[in-house]
């Protein structure tokens, strides 16, 4: 079992900055796929970014391209999401999520390919 934590986020203007954190802890030597979603009210949930532990590819959301950064720290297993010029349609509740990058094509993974998931942080951006 993995277990995830996100935490970092919280309420911002537009144009400004957060970084999310995703702590692992349990079995994380059974993961090297990671990635962050999104859910807004009313929305369906939708892929960010996502990150190969083994090679350091990532994949990123054309929606958060540019904007957004994913990188980990395999010392402290885990993955951050910098997320720079925040725009309101940013504010949805953000999930971290790891699985096995077998699953996945590269770094990208869909939603149901993840075995992992975190509670969530939320994000909200005022204009």
């Known amino acids: 079992q993995v277990q995830l934590v996100e935490s970092g986020g919280g309420s911002v203007q537009a144009e400004g900055s957060l970084r999310l954190s995703c702590a692992a802890s349990g079995d994380t030597y059974s993961t090297n796929c990671m990635g962050w979603f999104r859910q807004a009210p009313g929305k369906e949930r939708e892929g960010v970014a996502g990150?190969?532990?083994?090679?350091?590819?990532?994949y990123y959301a054309d929606s958060v391209k540019g904007r957004f950064t994913i990188s980990q720290d395999n010392a402290k297993n885990t993955v951050y999401l910098q997320m720079n010029s925040l725009k309101p349609e940013d504010t949805a509740m953000y999930y971290c999520a790891a699985t096995v990058c077998m699953y996945c094509s590269g770094a990208y993974c869909e939603s149901y390919e993840y075995k992992y998931w975190g509670q969530g942080t939320q994000v909200t951006v005022s204009s």
């Open positions: 990150i190969h532990g083994d090679g350091g590819s990532t």
